[in-house]
Antibody, heavy 118, light 107 residues
């Protein structure tokens, strides 16, 4: 059974970057397709991007291209999501989740709250 | 870009049947997945590929998908079913799409 444990809450100033981690257990990261979804306070789910095993590349939602980088450390089975040039609108809970070959998200990490405030 | 439309809220009496819809252009041709999210918790998959339940999800949860509407049905609604529910598809142009979410209230 896959389990995902994310890093703790972060507070950042506008213009800074944040890097959130997602530690995998129960499987190795190379067996999984890891994606990232965020949720602003009181809002819905917003997909940011993730690993496409068909192409072997990471794909990003157009909204975040140029500002987000998703990486993986297979030696520690940890995935990372780094978002740069933070603004107040980036205040949200960020989730990692594994995606099946038929594109459903299961399971999800517990979420990491990122607060952007001056 | 592909869009999914859900009602903002649905109410159901305790023990009755709730139906939450998810509208999209020809959504019947896509695989629809549903998630339950309770306050302060991460989303949980409750239906995948239109009508399949993951292990551990009660049989009271079912799904259907045809034409321009997918539906999540919750039979014999319980207080513990109160949550936000999201539909999701994979689209060739937009890639991952989530509906806006529906708040289910059990009266």
């Amino acid at each position: 059974q896959v389990q995902l444990v994310q890093s703790g809450a972060e507070v950042k100033k506008p213009g800074a970057s944040v890097k959130v981690s997602c530690k995998v257990s129960g499987y190795t990261l190379t067996e999984l397709s890891m994606h990232w979804v965020r949720q602003a306070p009181g809002k819905g789910l917003e997909w940011m991007g993730g690993f496409d095993p068909e192409d072997g590349e990471t794909i990003y939602a157009q909204k975040f291209q140029g500002r987000v980088t998703m990486t993986e450390d297979t030696s520690t089975d940890t995935a990372y999501m780094e978002l740069s040039s933070l603004r107040s609108e980036d205040t949200a809970v960020y989730y990692c989740a594994t995606v099946s070959p038929l594109n459903w998200f299961d399971p999800w990490g517990q979420g990491t709250l990122v607060t952007v405030s001056s | 870009s592909y869009e999914l439309t859900q009602p903002l809220s649905v109410s159901v009496a305790l023990g009755q049947t709730a139906r939450i819809t998810c509208g999209g252009n020809n959504i019947g041709s896509k695989n629809v997945h549903w998630y339950q999210q309770k306050p302060g918790q991460a989303p949980v998959l409750v239906i995948y590929r239109d009508s399949n339940r993951p292990s551990g999800i009660p049989e009271r949860f079912s799904g259907s998908n045809s034409g321009n509407t997918a539906t999540l049905t919750i039979s014999r609604a319980q207080a513990g079913d109160e949550a936000d529910y999201y539909c999701q598809v994979w689209d060739s142009s937009t890639l991952v799409v989530f509906g806006g979410g529906t708040k289910l209230t059990v009266l």
